[in-house]
């Protein structure tokens, strides 16, 4: 496969798009598990499909319109969460089918139907172009600043975010923030896993990392080589054998976690 990558653009453009893929969950997912925000992250995802097909509609580029619908969201659902009494699950059951029937809706004003829908619903690494790759790094660049230069306020809000207020830690700021990286890593991972495939990749690599240590930096890092591995691995194997990449993905990463999980209770392996 190595010399195919070196020869075509197409398969370096998966290559790049995993690797940064890969980073952004392991960042962001390792936050979200943390926090417990996992369906919460879902329901952004699923609502991101609402500009996926305004896109298709405005004839412009789904991305953009998928990108303006998860922040949308992300900020909505922490207003509403703030200003209301609303639950959570309702909130997030919501916003998820909302968003989904907003890009149906849109899509039927359409004539025929967009060829390449499927990849944004499932994902498909080896159609991520110039484009995609340039919009991914721009954001996998802000993401891994925002968390990497306010680290330790990010540990404190993580770990104990009342006491964190007690000592001024704007957490309504960090809150608010939060979501919308959320919402720019789901934008990242749209093109790999597709929409329905990324709470999967969001959660599946920190959950190894906690697996074999609670130290927060240990996870990120270790979830983002799991994510590498697994992510190259899937591209890898949808290449030989022409089967679609998000899911091949998605299951090597699921079958190694309940593995993983198996032998380390087996060993009592320990942090």
């Known amino acids: 496969m190595l010399e195919a990558i070196l020869k075509y653009n197409f398969l370096q453009n998966a290559v790049y798009s995993a690797l940064m ?3 952004v969950c392991g960042i962001i997912g390792t936050i979200i598990i943390e926090k417990n925000l996992v369906m919460m992250s879902g329901g952004i995802a699923h609502t991101s499909f609402g500009g996926v097909g305004l896109g298709y509609y405005l004839n412009i580029e789904p991305i953009f319109g998928a ?3 998860a922040l949308f969201s992300s900020i909505a659902i922490v207003m509403i969460r703030k200003k209301t009494e609303v639950d959570s699950d309702t909130l997030i059951g919501i916003m998820w089918a909302m968003g ?4 149906i809706l849109f899509i039927s004003f359409m004539q025929g139907y967009p060829p390449d829908m499927s990849s944004y619903l499932f994902g498909d690494i080896l159609t991520v172009t110039d484009m995609d790759i340039n919009i991914m790094l721009i954001l996998v660049a802000f993401v891994v600043f925002a968390i990497t230069a306010l680290f330790n306020q ?5 770990f104990d975010e009342e006491f964190s207020y007690v000592r001024g830690l704007n957490t309504n700021f960090y809150e608010y923030f939060l979501f919308i990286l959320i919402a720019l890593t789901v934008i990242v991972l749209i093109r790999v896993t597709g929409i329905i495939l990324i709470i999967a990749l969001l ?4 959950a190894m ?3 074999f240590t609670y130290n927060l930096k240990k996870i990120i890092f270790l979830a983002i080589i799991f994510g590498m591995i697994f992510s190259i691995s899937g591209l890898w194997l949808s290449y030989l054998f022409n089967i679609p990449s998000g899911a091949t993905i998605i299951l090597l990463i699921g079958t190694a976690y309940f593995l993983l999980t198996f032998i380390t209770k087996r060993l009592n392996f320990g942090s």
């Open 209 to 211: 990392a906690k697996l």
């Open 154 to 158: 990010w540990k404190a809000y993580l």
């Open 100 to 103: 989904m029937s907003l890009g």
């Open 67 to 69: 990108l303006f619908f």
């Open 203 to 206: 959660t599946a690599p920190p």
């Open 21 to 23: 893929a890969s980073v």
